[in-house]
T-cell receptor
Framework: AQRVTQPEKLLSVFKGAPVELKCNYS??????LFWYVQYSRQRLQLLLR??SRESIKGFTADLNKGETSFHLKKPFAQEEDSAMYYC???????????FGQGTELSVKP | DTGVSQDPRHKITKRGQNVTFRCDPI?????LYWYRQTLGQGPEFLTY????????KSRLLSDRFSAERPKGSFSTLEIQRTEQGDSAMYLC???????????????FGPGTRLTVL
């Protein structure tokens, strides 16, 4: 079955520290993965997708098919990075996204 | 604002009542999705449309739920005989289906928060 797992509900770091938000997936096909972010009182928005291989707001994520992971990383966290982060898998048969439970990132001053 | 809009933003209803939500996608987006999100969980897929055709429905969508997209533009989600378990945030997203195998980016609305008393 297709599944996305984010093992950490809450991740708390200090400003300037490195951040890694974990995401593991289960999918038999060729996966397309996304990270969405939701800042306080704002709508869910796309942060990055593995296909584009770009860095957004200093975040990067590499798809590791061997480990079935798509961890989100940033070398130096900023207070404005505090938000809910959701990893999502695009299910090729149809257009739906399968989301993980989300990780709340709290960056302390 | 040309983003996805949803109406109402909040709805409080009594158990057993019917409710209807509306979603207006980004114009010219031919795909429209409905998701439900409960506290502490990620969004869960409910159904999606390509133009006016409803192409997939989740098992989460019981017979009390119905969705329409009559002219391939806005969509409505109706819940009949609401139950307390229906209390959730209902999210709408839209995308522009492109040819090829790459997934299209889904743009989300602000959601409708439903509370069933």
């Amino acid at each position: 079955a297709q599944r996305v797992t984010q093992p950490e509900k809450l991740l708390s770091v200090f400003k300037g520290a490195p951040v890694e938000l974990k995401c593991n997936y289960s999918y038999s096909g060729s996966p397309e993965l996304f990270w969405y972010v939701q800042y306080s009182r704002q709508r869910l928005q796309l942060l990055l997708r593995h296909i584009s291989r770009e860095s957004i707001k200093g975040f990067t994520a590499d798809l590791n098919k061997g480990e079935t992971s798509f961890h989100l990383k940033k070398p130096f966290a900023q207070e404005e990075d505090s938000a809910m982060y959701y990893c999502a898998l695009h299910y090729n048969q149809g257009g739906k996204l399968i989301f993980g439970q989300g990780t709340e990132l709290s960056v302390k001053p | 604002d040309t983003g996805v809009s949803q109406d109402p933003r909040h709805k409080i209803t009594k158990r057993g009542q019917n409710v209807t939500f509306r979603c207006d996608p980004i114009s010219e987006h031919n795909r429209l999705y409905w998701y439900r999100q409960t506290l502490g969980q990620g969004p869960e897929f409910l159904t999606y449309f390509q133009n006016e055709a409803q192409l997939e429905k989740s098992r989460l969508l019981s017979d009390r739920f119905s969705a329409e997209r009559p002219k391939g533009s806005f969509s409505t989600l109706e819940i009949q005989r609401t139950e307390q378990g229906d209390s959730a945030m209902y999210l709408c997203a839209s995308s522009s289906r492109r040819t090829g195998r790459r997934a299209d980016t889904q743009y989300f609305g602000p959601g409708t928060r439903l509370t069933v008393l």
